[in-house]
């Protein structure tokens, strides 16, 4: 019974398919949100679900030079990746389906092998644009992984634990986070904004220089998945920031509000900031970023030994 | 400057290399200095040390000479403020040698490619002589601005030879 | 296929790294055709192919009367259709020994300034969209449907709206037009002020913008640069200023410069020229001549020559047109803004600056490639190419659109 009862929660909900809805929902109201800081319309409410159905029905072209194997396993790699992260992060104001402590680490580890199998993607699409952009890709994520990280720590050392319930059960029953740590708050935040590659950290998939990044050889099947993943890391990236800073698990209608404000934060950005270098990208983080960070780290190791 | 000091300037600076130096009627701000093909390089290089002159454009056309034998003209046209000065000079149909003037005026090498692909000057020295707009299997030998051009025949249609195989 | 897996591995293997950018890639709205050798992401070397549109205006030009080829020039490119208008028929009418109204003076340079407002507002959502800036993008295209919608209503056409006809002009500068166009002014030169103001305090799109592109006063001065690009880099250059034509002198104008030379100055000499456009456009309307529209052009036009230049949006645009003394041109050379500018990017700028940079670097010269290639090659299917007649194609045509 538990068995099925754990397929169950895998394939429909919270993860899997109901997961991808609403994942979907998310990327048009992001889409709607830009497009309407733009001065434009924007598309309609099913439009990302329409691409995905429509990407999935296509066929997939694998291009002679790459290795096939990898070119068919690494967008169901880091599908899986993120899917899986998807059961530890408590959503839709309930707690997560798996918890024990230590999977704080084992989701921030699913996050980040997503966007490592991206970059393999592309170096292994022999591609001149795939395999600047995969140089790109890794080359941001040792940019902000390191701050991104330590924003998400803090709160776990705050709470004395390593399991994202238990700290976002500390934040609900204490003063919001956001409130007594707004440094790491914002490093969360712009560091989800890195993660995604949107813009203004959208160098990797610099349309106007290097056509689509590491997917420009992707189609179908594969494109499709990618995409998925990606909606779906926006989603638990949002739920992990507003269950950390902003008040704990809460219930359905709180879940929604708080992530929708967070996600409207981030389209704000990507409509006001023109698109970083790479270089500028790496800078800013560790000049800036990781010192924050450690700062606001040191200032709660030396709160807790005064 | 005034237009004309500027032209009496171009006049004493060509005094020894010209040919010939006239002012057209139809245009007071343009002097037209007729060269030799093989001064070319020195009267470039007088008109560069004197002030700012930049270089417009290199024209070509197909004429006829006063003999009625075919002839090429090339212009090299400049300006500076408001005035343009023409440096002009013809070559034979079966002769068309120039040198280049890209060591003393590096911009001057697109200018010189289209010459080249239109009107097969050979342009001696020039750092780049591969076709700029005419597709890569043009034939060769063949110049398009040639009065005597109408068009390619038809076992040389461009893209024919791609299209049976 | 091995081949393909071999040649690949190697060009992969080497230090030296070409990205091809071109023919088509999504940085470019048009097609032309330029290698970035880069290590890592520095550009070390680059080229350009251009031809991909070449129409053979030039050579078209020889077969055709001075009133066809007219139109034939407007079509060289859209974006400035009537400075090439200009530019053409001003050679015309000085061989012919034809004096312009001032009535018609007047109208050419509206015209030509209302095309200098589109044209640099369409650069301006361009360079931004290259750069990564999407909200200005969007935000200058709908201004530019302003310019376009004026176009529309007075001129008749968004793009080729053919006000110049030899002898004069076609469209009256009418009280109906002043009044319609004052308010749609008004908002254009709040909304220039609004971007000048952006570019200059927005610190994401000034790190992408200052000192980059770098072009000295000398390179810009040496390798003949143009327009706007020129004028960047603190060249006093411009032929409304240095060859006054048609309106121009009877309306002087005067030229924004900036020092700088890199790309931020680019943006701000072109929205400054917006903004003098402006001011310059209801200057003419409030003084403009009374008169005639047109006068009498004859249709053979005596031989000579004649080299006119036009301040074109994007620089100077110069004609050399031959006259054989028959009803047609014997020579028509074009040398437009865009080509003398590739120069400055190629031999100067690139080499040095990183990838990212390049979008932005070659969208700050507002390049033209329809501008730069002219030549037709009608080729339908891939069984049967073959070079049509004029009268075959314009069957064709006629019977595409019945």
């Not at chain 1, 929708?260 to 800013?284: E, F, N």
């Not at chain 3, 650069?123 to 709908?142: K, N, P, Q, T």
Request: hydrophobic fraction near 45%; glycine fraction near 8%; aromatic fraction near 10%.
């Amino acid at each position: 019974m538990t068995a099925i009862l754990s397929v169950l929660q895998l394939l429909i909900f919270p993860a899997g398919i109901f997961l991808i809805l609403i994942s979907c929902i998310y990327e048009w109201l992001d889409r709607r949100l830009v497009a309407q800081f733009q001065n434009r319309v924007g598309p309609r409410w099913f439009q990302p679900l329409a691409d995905i159905l429509k990407l999935l029905s296509k066929e997939e072209i694998v291009p002679i030079s790459v290795n096939r194997t990898l070119f068919i396993l690494l967008p169901i790699f880091a599908f899986a990746c993120v899917m899986t992260a998807a059961l530890y992060v408590p959503m839709f104001g309930m707690e997560s389906v798996i918890g024990y402590p230590g999977d704080l680490i084992i989701t921030m580890y699913l996050l980040s092998a997503m966007t490592v199998s991206l970059g393999m993607a592309g170096a292994n699409s022999m591609n001149r644009f795939a395999v600047v952009g995969a140089t790109r890709t890794l080359t941001q994520l040792f940019a902000y992984e390191g701050p991104f990280m330590l924003a998400l720590l803090i709160p776990a050392l705050v709470a004395h634990s390593w399991e994202i319930d238990d700290v976002a059960i500390y934040a609900s029953n204490h003063t919001w986070m956001i409130l007594t740590y707004p440094i790491g708050f914002a490093i969360a935040l712009i560091g989800l904004i890195g993660k995604l590659e949107l813009s203004p950290f959208d160098a990797p998939e610099a349309e106007s220089e290097i056509v689509s990044g590491v997917l420009s050889e992707y189609s179908g099947r594969g494109l499709a998945l990618f995409h998925i993943a990606k909606n779906v890391e926006l989603v638990v990236g949002l739920a992990l920031i507003s269950a950390f800073y902003l008040g704990g698990i809460g219930n359905l209608l709180f879940f929604t509000i708080k992530t929708l404000a967070l996600l409207m934060l981030i389209s704000l950005l990507q409509s006001t900031l023109t698109r970083l270098r790479i270089d500028q990208t790496v800078g800013l983080w560790w000049q800036i970023g990781a010192l924050l960070s450690l700062g606001q780290l040191l200032i709660i190791i030396l709160a807790r030994i005064l | 400057m005034e237009t004309v000091e500027l032209i009496e300037k171009v006049k004493t600076i060509y005094k020894g290399i010209a040919k010939s130096i006239e002012t057209p009627e139809n245009q007071s701000n343009r002097v037209d200095v007729f060269i030799e093909p093989d001064n070319l390089l020195e009267a470039v290089s007088a008109l560069k040390k004197n002030e700012r002159w930049y270089l417009i454009a290199i024209s070509a056309y197909d004429t006829i000479g006063d003999a009625g034998e075919p002839l090429i003209g090339m212009i090299y046209h400049f300006a500076e403020e408001q005035v343009i000065c023409s440096l002009r000079f013809f070559l034979p149909h079966n002769h068309r040698v120039v040198q280049s003037i890209c060591p003393i005026i590096p911009s001057a090498t697109i200018y010189e490619r289209e010459c080249m692909e239109m009107y097969g000057i050979d342009i001696q020295n020039t750092p780049d002589r591969s076709k700029l707009l005419l597709p890569d299997d043009w034939p060769d030998g063949i110049y398009p601005m040639f009065k005597s051009f109408t068009g390619l025949p038809d076992s040389n249609v461009v893209g024919k030879a791609a299209d049976n195989e | 296929m091995s081949d393909i897996n071999q040649t690949t591995g190697a060009a992969l293997q080497k230090k030296k790294y070409i990205v091809p950018i071109g023919p088509q890639h999504p940085a470019l709205k048009e097609p032309g055709h330029f290698e970035f050798t880069v290590e890592g992401e520095i550009v070390v070397d680059a080229s350009i192919r251009l031809g991909y549109v070449h129409r053979g205006v030039e050579k078209a030009a020889e077969s055709r009367n001075w009133t066809q080829v007219l139109y034939l020039v407007e079509r060289v490119c859209g974006i400035c259709s009537h400075s090439h208008g200009t530019a053409f028929i001003q050679c015309a009418e000085k061989l012919a020994g034809v004096e312009l109204p001032p009535r018609a003076k007047a109208v050419r340079c509206i015209a030509g300034e209302i095309e200098r407002l589109h044209s640099h507002l369409l650069w301006l959502g361009v360079a931004a969209h290259e750069g990564g800036f999407d909200a200005l993008f969007m935000y200058s295209w709908r201004d530019r449907e302003i310019v376009m919608d004026i176009l529309e209503n007075f001129f008749g056409n968004r793009v080729n709206y053919s006000v110049n006809i030899p002898g004069g002009v076609k469209e009256d500068i009418t009280q109906e037009f002043i009044d319609g166009i004052s308010p749609d002014l008004d908002y254009l030169e709040e909304r220039m002020k609004f971007y000048l103001d952006l570019i200059n305090t927005d610190v994401t799109f000034r790190m992408r913008t200052v000192n980059i592109g770098k072009i000295s006063y000398d390179e810009s001065a040496s390798l003949g640069a143009t327009g706007p690009t020129a004028r960047a880099s603190g060249i006093q250059r411009d032929i409304r200023v240095d060859r006054p034509y048609d309106g121009y002198d009877l309306f002087p104008i005067t030229l924004v410069t900036d020092d700088r030379g890199d790309l931020n100055a680019r943006f701000i000499v072109r929205i400054k020229e917006c903004l003098k456009s402006i001011e310059y456009i209801r200057h003419v309307m409030a003084h403009i001549p009374e008169g005639e529209l047109t006068t009498k052009m004859p249709r053979k036009i005596p031989a000579g020559e004649y080299m006119a230049s036009v301040e074109a949006p994007r620089g100077e645009l110069f004609y050399f047109v031959r006259s054989n003394g028959t009803e047609m041109p014997d020579r028509v050379k074009i040398r437009t803004a865009s080509l003398c500018n590739w120069g400055t990017i190629v031999s100067s700028v690139a080499k040095g600056h990183r990838l990212a940079d390049m979008p932005m670097i070659l969208a700050g010269i507002d390049p033209c490639f329809s501008c730069n290639d002219r030549m037709v090659k009608i080729n339908f299917g891939n069984r049967n190419p073959e070079i049509w007649t004029w009268d075959q194609l314009r069957k064709y045509g006629n019977n595409f659109y019945k």
